[in-house]
């Protein structure tokens, strides 16, 4: 319980100073972009109502989901199969740096062109973003699994679907785990780009709406909302980042009590 308090204060003590720092820092503003934060708390719940949250809010996140869920699918296969072969990843290397380095916001106006105005063109932007640390984190991760313990599988007769299962990628998952971390981030970012083209719902095309009509303490609440969701979100994924590596983390916990 002691443990579980601490971890918890760790957690919140950060943004709780933030918080009360932008509150005295903006009480008793007068300027009309940087309004009090007293004044957009106020706002937060008349804007943000149930149906509103149904309109935008449910919308971005499937989205997000999809196009988080389709780039872990492929960075995962993918990286897997670079990583295990000299050849392959020798050929791939150079396309996946040079691809790589494009923005992924530079890349909406193609998309557009390919995949039109609707979710599929928002749900490619945000996949075409998160695939990068996700694919490339599977490939360093499958590169470092241990020879001697690939060896010993091929020893007992492990192979082919056990292999990979078993040994590939449960050595591989702290690393791809950290590249599906960076990618959740990344993702949350995309959602708002791609939302801010064309677009007739969603977080960013809503706080972009509230930008364009000048109701500034509503686009400050979309933009606090955008900070808890993505900070949900973490906590969500460290939970199951937790307990799919609790091996993991358990062996760490060990190797620092023996030092």
């Known amino acids: 319980m002691k443990r579980l308090a601490l971890q918890l204060f760790f957690v919140l003590a950060l943004p709780l100073l933030l918080v009360t720092a932008w509150w005295f820092a903006s009480d008793g503003s007068t300027d009309v972009y940087w309004p009090p934060l007293r004044t957009i708390l106020t706002t937060f719940p ?46 791939c290397e150079p396309v996946l740096e040079f691809l790589r380095a494009v923005p992924p916001p ?21 996949a075409s ?6 694919l490339l984190n599977t490939v360093e991760g499958v590169r470092a699994v241990d020879s001697v313990m690939t060896e010993t599988a091929r020893s007992y007769g492990i192979t082919g679907a056990a292999r990979l299962r078993h040994v590939v990628l449960r050595s591989a998952s702290p690393q791809i785990f ?41 686009m400050w609440t979309g933009i606090l909302l955008l900070g808890l969701l993505g900070f949900v979100l973490s906590v969500l994924f460290r939970l199951a980042e937790r307990r799919a590596l609790g091996w993991y983390h358990g062996l760490r916990d060990t190797s620092r009590r023996s030092s």
Not at 52 to 77: E, F, I, K, M, T
Not at 106 to 126: H, Q, S, W
Not at 129 to 134: K, Q, R
Not at 184 to 196: H, P, T
């Open 46 to 91: 008349d804007v943000w109502t149930g149906e509103q949250l149904r309109a935008d809010v449910l919308p971005s996140l499937l989205r997000l989901l999809a196009g988080y869920a389709a780039a872990a699918v492929v960075g995962v296969a993918l990286g897997t199969v670079i990583g295990s072969y000299r050849r392959v990843r020798a050929v």
């Open 106 to 126: 530079v890349l909406v106006p193609v998309i557009i062109l390919f995949a039109g105005i609707g979710d599929t063109m928002k749900i490619a932007v945000i």
């Open 129 to 134: 973003g998160c695939v990068w640390p996700i």
């Open 178 to 218: 950290a590249g599906l971390r960076q990618a959740l981030s990344i993702g949350i970012i995309l959602m708002v780009i791609s939302e801010m083209f064309a677009a007739s719902n969603g977080l960013g095309f809503t706080i972009v709406q509230f930008q364009r009509n000048f109701a500034i303490p509503d």
